[in-house]
Nanobody, 130 residues
């Protein structure tokens, strides 16, 4: 139904900056919430930041003031600008889409409308060296 492309991950030094992008393709009408989550080995996936279609943002306490999330509704894309990075930011970062509405072009039924679907990207690794 949708294709998610994450980019921007890679090694960064402590104190440095990095930007992540998540671009979504497919016949999409709207995406309610777009966000970034992260997970370290042995830990649960945790929210980093999320943003609604109207621009309301929510950040984890650990990244507030350092990370900035933004989105481009026309492009169905979400971005995460990370600054003043710390070794504890090391994780796999995952893009999440919440409340996706669109047309499933892969369906055998023409113009098959779907509602309210959630999707995860495959993740991009961000190691932060000390």
């Amino acid at each position: 139904q949708v294709q998610i492309t994450e980019s921007g991950g890679g090694l960064v030094q402590a104190g440095g900056s990095l930007s992540l992008s998540c671009e979504v393709s497919g016949k999409i009408f709207s995406i309610n919430t777009m966000g970034w989550y992260r997970r370290t080995p042995g830990a649960k996936r945790e929210l980093v930041a999320k943003i609604t279609a109207g621009g309301v943002t929510n950040y984890a306490d650990s990244v507030g003031g350092r990370f900035t999330i933004s989105r481009d509704n026309a492009k169905h894309a979400v971005y995460l600008q990370m600054t003043s990075m710390k070794p504890e930011d090391t994780a796999g970062y995952y893009c999440k889409l919440g409340g996706v509405n669109g047309i499933d072009e892969t369906s055998a039924v023409e113009n098959y409308y779907y509602c309210c679907m959630n999707y995860w990207g495959q993740g991009t690794l961000v190691p932060v060296s000390s």
